[in-house]
Structures are given as structure tokens and as C-alpha cells.
């Protein structure tokens, strides 16, 4: 398989973008109810689009900073990037080398989207990111199935699984590793939620995620590995390089980027 | 006080009943002002603060020291919050999110007109956000919007306190009912001017309902069952974050004599706490922690996110058991405490028993033993043969089941009793294995024997009567075991 693909890569004579979609699954879009934010719609459309198989990992953020200087720690723009960013390596060019194979985590919202957009991609959104992880292995939404709801609900509950190694999980019914279990995962839109959310209760825009009042407008009351997710969300801010929060990148699936020549 | 009035103008004289009630109203009411009604009417929030300092925050049991009569304060203080994997009962584990490194949190002791300056820290390595929503605090979710904070950030906000009180503060980051069950709970005092009276021991309690995968005592690391906690079915009623929490080498010490103050909260998140301490009467209940006090209380109802203060005298010496008299919680979820009280005995006050007789009902000088009852009570000396009556019965219900109705075994699982070289070598051993169980190989009848039989819970005389039965059925060696052999190797 893997002579295959290189054989396609080397004939093709393909661009970055194409190899990179082999590290990428397609998702097919669909229709799906988001936790909040859609006002009285209970229903969002999201368009097909392609996610990385796996999350960014260590070796690979060590390769972008080495490209681009001003993304390595002591260079970084500090309004983009809190000092937790990339406060673990060894220096600007290093990681620790016992984390190479694991998920890149302490890195800003501003620093992961900047990777992505390196690699002609960009970060998921929201919706895109929610509707890829709520699928099982076997199905497309698994959210109705109670045993998959509790086993990622443990997955949140277990300490330190930013120390997991990527690509060891089962691959979910788009291919896809990693999404629960693992780290938090960065979003383009992760701070849109609140806003919208709380429009909708007479212009209170105030956050509404706390006590009770997260509950308001809420889809899914008994879905809480959503809540929890949403409720990391809402706390963050761009620059935050947190130990628990990664990322992956994903890319538009229309016409126009599937065949592109770099 | 009124009864004897009462009584003679009931019904007769209306008018001099109405001046009564008048007379009770004003009492009631002159009463509350000396419990302190008055602090509700004044404006804590113009007190002026003089001077500053760092608050110290305390670990369950204990609680900072009083706050006496100082002025109020600008108070700094900080929070740490932790997810950590801590011990919830013998061999059980469970992965606690704390405010301060234990359940409950740190115990925050005021005085109402301070403003506090409160810092709240999430550890990097947590991987949820977090905040604080602080009863004891006017203003947007008591403090929740503007704690909230993400996993490696701290935050501070500040707020006055304009209420006196004792007050709960827990965690309100969604889902807000796991967080609570988790374990993110704890209590904020805040005193009144001049602070409460003194006392010799003040103790700081908190129950909480957890809901674990595994039932009560099911050993391991236990997830949090969401089901179970949606439908308010606890596996665990604790103290003090854990089974163990006030018992043993953390149950709370007094000495006879001692005025005691318990600050008592409950986190929940489901379950209401009956509220009880068994050997004593709470003098005083300061009712959900606010200015009503009620005296002569036994039972002190405390609902989830509230709290109470409760004072005794601890007569007497003795164990005080604490307990959620919601009474299976005590017995068979973890509620129960200890606070053990040692000293002089006082013989006024309780003279323990003085005196054991022989109660004899009139007309059933007859003792009748029950006919087909599941409980065997044997009696207390018995001749050989009923030990083997007896003994019959017991290993019906307690034997059986593995050794079979002919002593006959299982084979390769459980050992033969029936003509069994290894049960007549040694009657001492025999006598040990029932009070203590047996495992690892054995030989019987040359056979090798790998398994478990765990130990029994019996009586000297049910072990004697059941033993004396074995030696006397199958052609075994006829040995009779009596009720002081059993002791004798109890004691050992």
C-alpha cells in the first residue's frame, strides 16, 4: 500500500497538498445537531471536508518551527503565544525528544492555526470537529449509543493521556485516530460559542456556561463529554498554550482543492 | 412556659388569648434580635476595611482561628485546584477534583464587611477549566463568570462580604452536577461583627454523595457513573471525602467537658443529610447556617448546598457517632463518623447499664423455638447430640452448597468432608479454617485441592455445632467441638 501511494505521489509529481490528503480522511458532510448555538434551527449543515488522520505531534511542530523562525519559542510574538508556549523544549529547535511520537500540546490558538495554514490547510471548525468525533467505529453518529457516550466520558476523566502516543486508538468511522482520549483539540471558531449561545436569552451576554445557565439552550442534556468539551472552550483565550490542548488540521474538500498544484 | 395559663381561658376568653399571642409574638421577636436579626438590617457594605492581610485556609477537619473582634479587613487568599486520584474506601479509588488538595476544600473563615482578594489557581496538568461560585458572595454567579478559568491560568477577583453566614462554594463549570460530584465543594464562614462566642474544639465536616461504576466497596480505580448520578442513586454517602474520612486515625478528638462547634456542610450534589450525632443533643443549631438559632436539636435537617452550625457540650466520654440518619447512608453507603470524646466519666449524666435481668412476659413463661425460622439459634449448652441437631441445620445453609448433603465435594474444586484424612488429623485446624477461611494447596485423600473457602461468619456455637456435626456423619472420627474449643482459637 505504502509503494503504492508513493508510486501515485512520485507519478503524480503532486504538491504538498496532495500527500498530505493521504494523512487526511474525507468526511462526508451531513446534517447534525450542535450542542448550542443554532437558534431555533435545531439542525446545522456542515459540507464535506477533509480532517488529519491524527493530531499534530511533536516531530512535526519541530519541523514547522525549524521552517518558520518566528514561530520558535524565544522568537514568538508574545501576544500570540502565553508563556507556557512551547516552554518544555529543549530550545528553539529541540523537542523533547522522548515526546517526538506524542501530540503537540502548549501551543496558541494563533500557533496552530499558523501550522495549518503553512501546510495549505486550516483549523477545523467547530461544527466540522464535533460532527467528525461523533462518530463510533461502525457508525456515522454514535452519540444515541450510550456505551460510546460513557467510554469517551471516561476517556475525559483519565489524567495525563496528553503523554499517549498518536495512531494507537481504533480508527473511527471516517478513519479517524485520536479525537477523544487523547488532548483537547483547537478550533477555528473555538470562542464562538458564548456569544451565540447567549444572544438568543434577551441580548444577556454574559457567558453562559456557567451553573444552571448552561444548561439554557442546551441540545443534549444528558450529553456530558460535549459540555465539558464546550465548557473548555469557552474558557480559552487565543494565546492560551495549555499542557491538555492540541491540535489537527483539516482543508475544504471542494473541487477547487483537490487537485491543487502547488 | 404559657401551658398552665393557657389551659383555665381556653375557649372562654378570647380577648386575653389574643394579648397572650401578642405577648408570645413579642417574645419570639425580642428573641431573634438576641440571636442576632439585627445584622440583617445594617449595610455591611459601606464597613470600612482597615488594614490587610493573607487569609489562612485550612484542610478538612480543621478550620481557621476565629476572627475574634477585629475590624474588617482587606483579605488576600488563594486556591489551588487539583484533579488527583485520592482513596475513597479501603482499597477503592477515585478521581477527585478538589479545590485546595482535598474533599472538601479548603475551610474560608471572614468577617462580614471584608473584601477579599481571592486568587483562584487551575494546575497545568488538569484538564478541565474550573471556577468558583461562592454562596457567601452578592454578585454575578457568585464569583463563577469571573473565575473561570482554564487548565495552567489563574485568575483573581475580588468581592466584599455583606452577609453573615456559613455558606457553601463549589465548582460551576459545565456539567455543573459532575464537577459538584466530584468532589468540588467546600464552606466559607463568614462571622459577625465581633465574631461567634468562643468555643474549645471547632471541627468542619462536609457529606457528599458520589456515584461510582462499581457498587459500594468494589475495589479499583472507579470512574463516576453518570446514569447513577442523573438518576440520584449514590454509591457512596461520606464525611469528609471518603469512607475512612472521620474514622479511624482521622476521627475527631475531644475531651469530656469541651464546648464543640461543627461546621456542617453538605455538598451534595443529590441528596438532602439528615444530620445527626448519635450520643449527644446539638445545644444550639445555628438553622442553615444563618441567624435562627434552635436549641435542644437531635436531628438537623441540611440540604444539598447548605450548611448549619452546630454546637455541643461533650458530657460525658464516649465515641459520638456521626451520621446521615437517612440511616441505610450510615450503614451501608459511608456516612458515619467518629468523634471520640475521652476523659472523666460523669455518672449524673450517664450512669451506663446498672443492672441486666431475666424478662419474663406475663402468660409466656413457655419459650417457644421457632419452627421453620432461617436464623439457627442454638442454645447456649448443649448436650452432643443437639450440637449435632444443630450443626445439621447450619451446614445446610452455610456448607452445603460447595461440600455438598454427603460431604461428598466436587471434584478438583472442593475437597471431600466425608471420610477426610485432612479434616481428622487436626480438629484445631479445622476449627481455624471456618473462623479464618483457607486458601492455597491442600492434599485430601491424596486428591490436591487448589481454591478459597473464605472464613464464616459464626458463632463459637454455630462453629462448634457444625464441626461437631461433620466429625459425627460419613465416617468421620466422632470428635465433639465445643463452644470453648472455638473460643480458645478465636483467641489466638
Not at chain 1, 456542515?46 to 512535526?60: I, S, W
Amino acid at each position: 500500500m505504502r509503494k503504492l501511494i508513493l508510486l501515485m505521489a512520485g507519478f503524480f509529481l503532486i504538491s504538498n497538498a496532495s500527500a498530505q490528503t493521504i494523512q487526511m480522511a474525507l468526511i462526508e458532510g451531513g446534517n447534525y445537531t450542535p450542542l448550542y448555538g443554532v437558534g431555533e434551527q435545531s439542525e446545522t449543515s456542515v459540507g464535506d471536508f477533509y480532517l488529519d488522520k491524527l493530531p499534530v505531534t511533536y516531530a512535526d511542530f519541530q519541523e514547522f518551527v525549524r521552517k518558520h523562525p518566528k514561530w520558535q519559542k524565544s522568537n514568538v510574538t508574545k501576544l500570540f503565544a502565553d508563556s507556557r508556549y512551547l516552554s518544555n523544549w529543549e530550545n528553539d529547535l529541540k523537542a523533547p525528544a522522548n515526546l517526538m511520537d506524542k501530540p503537540i500540546t502548549m501551543v496558541s490558538w494563533f500557533a496552530a492555526k499558523a501550522y495549518c495554514e503553512c501546510q495549505g490547510k486550516r483549523l477545523p471548525t467547530v461544527d466540522e470537529w464535533e460532527y467528525a468525533a461523533m462518530a463510533s467505529t461502525s457508525k456515522r453518529d454514535a452519540r444515541s449509543d450510550s456505551l460510546y457516550n460513557v467510554s469517551i466520558l471516561r476517556s475525559y476523566e483519565q489524567p495525563k493521556t496528553y503523554m499517549k502516543t498518536v495512531g494507537n486508538s481504533e480508527s473511527n468511522y471516517w478513519g479517524v485516530q485520536d479525537m477523544h482520549g487523547m488532548v483537547w483539540e483547537w478550533t477555528q471558531d473555538f470562542n464562538s460559542i458564548i456569544l451565540t449561545g447567549e444572544s438568543r436569552n434577551n441580548g444577556n451576554t454574559d457567558a453562559g456556561l456557567f451553573c444552571a445557565a448552561g444548561a439554557i439552550g442546551a441540545k443534549d442534556m444528558m450529553n456530558y463529554a460535549a459540555f465539558m468539551r464546550f465548557a473548555m472552550r469557552s474558557s480559552l483565550k487565543a494565546n492560551f498554550s495549555l499542557t491538555t490542548l492540541g491540535f489537527r488540521c483539516a482543508k475544504d474538500a471542494g473541487p477547487q482543492n483537490q487537485l491543487t498544484f502547488k | 412556659m404559657n401551658y398552665k395559663n393557657i389551659r383555665p381561658i381556653k375557649g372562654y376568653f378570647y380577648p386575653l388569648l389574643f394579648i397572650l399571642a401578642l405577648a408570645f409574638t413579642a417574645c419570639t421577636q425580642s428573641q431573634s434580635r438576641n440571636t442576632g436579626a439585627k445584622s440583617y438590617t445594617k449595610d455591611y457594605s459601606k464597613t470600612k476595611v482597615f488594614g490587610e492581610m493573607v487569609a489562612e485556609l485550612t484542610a478538612p477537619p480543621h478550620v481557621p482561628p476565629p476572627v475574634g473582634n477585629r475590624p474588617a479587613m482587606k483579605l488576600y487568599m488563594e486556591m489551588e485546584i487539583t484533579e488527583e486520584e485520592m482513596e475513597m474506601a479501603d482499597g477503592v479509588s477515585y478521581l477527585f477534583w478538589t479545590f485546595g488538595g482535598t474533599v472538601p476544600g479548603s475551610f474560608i473563615r471572614a468577617r462580614v464587611g471584608d473584601e477579599v482578594e481571592f486568587k483562584i489557581k487551575n494546575h497545568p496538568d488538569n484538564k478541565l477549566p474550573h471556577n468558583i461560585d461562592l454562596h457567601a458572595v452578592t454578585g454575578q454567579g457568585g464569583g463563577a463568570e469571573a473565575s473561570f478559568v482554564a487548565p495552567g491560568h489563574e485568575k483573581t477577583f475580588s468581592f466584599k462580604l455583606i452577609n453573615p453566614g456559613l455558606y457553601v462554594y463549589h465548582c460551576a463549570t459545565a456539567p455543573v452536577g459532575m464537577h459538584i460530584a466530584n468532589g468540588m465543594y467546600g464552606l466559607i464562614l463568614v462571622e459577625p461583627e465581633g465574631g461567634l462566642p468562643p468555643v474549645d474544639k471547632e471541627f468542619y465536616v462536609m457529606q457528599g454523595d458520589f456515584y461510582t461504576e462499581g457498587r459500594f466497596g468494589e475495589p479499583g480505580l472507579q470512574p463516576f457513573d453518570m446514569q447513577k448520578a442523573y438518576d440520584e442513586r449514590p454509591d457512596y454517602v461520606v464525611f469528609n471525602g471518603s469512607v475512612n474520612g472521620l474514622s479511624g486515625e482521622n476521627a475527631l478528638q475531644a475531651k469530656a467537658g469541651e464546648t464543640i462547634r461543627i461546621f456542617f456542610g453538605n455538598g451534595g450534589p443529590n441528596l438532602a443529610s439528615s444530620f445527626h450525632v448519635i450520643g449527644e443533643i446539638f445545644d444550639k443549631v445555628y438553622v442553615d447556617g444563618g441567624d435562627q438559632i434552635n436549641s435542644n436539636v437531635g436531628t438537623t435537617l441540611v440540604p444539598a448546598g447548605g450548611a448549619a452550625i452546630l454546637e455541643f457540650k461533650a458530657d460525658v466520654p464516649s465515641n459520638l457517632v456521626l451520621v446521615d440518619h437517612s440511616i441505610f447512608r450510615a450503614f451501608n453507603k459511608g456516612a458515619l463518623g467518629i468523634l471520640s470524646v475521652t476523659g472523666e466519666e460523669n455518672e449524673k449524666i450517664f450512669a451506663g447499664e446498672i443492672m441486666e435481668g431475666i424478662y419474663l412476659p406475663e402468660g409466656s413463661t413457655i419459650q417457644k423455638m421457632p419452627k421453620d425460622g432461617n436464623v439457627v439459634s442454638p442454645p447456649v449448652t448443649m448436650t452432643k447430640s443437639e450440637l449435632i441437631d444443630t450443626g445439621k441445620k447450619i451446614y445446610m445453609q452455610a456448607c452445603f452448597a460447595c461440600h455438598q448433603a454427603n460431604g461428598e465435594g466436587v471434584a478438583n474444586a472442593f475437597p471431600p468432608l466425608a471420610n477426610a484424612d485432612y479434616l481428622n488429623a487436626d480438629v484445631n485446624r479445622s476449627i481455624d479454617v471456618l473462623l479464618h477461611g483457607l486458601s492455597g494447596e491442600i492434599t485430601v485423600n491424596g486428591k490436591k485441592y487448589n481454591s478459597i473457602m473464605p472464613s464464616q461468619q459464626l458463632k463459637d456455637e454455630e462453629v462448634a455445632a457444625v464441626l461437631t456435626y461433620v466429625y459425627n456423619s460419613w465416617g468421620n472420627n466422632g470428635s465433639e467441638v465445643t463452644p470453648e474449643m472455638v473460643n480458645k482459637r478465636r483467641k489466638k
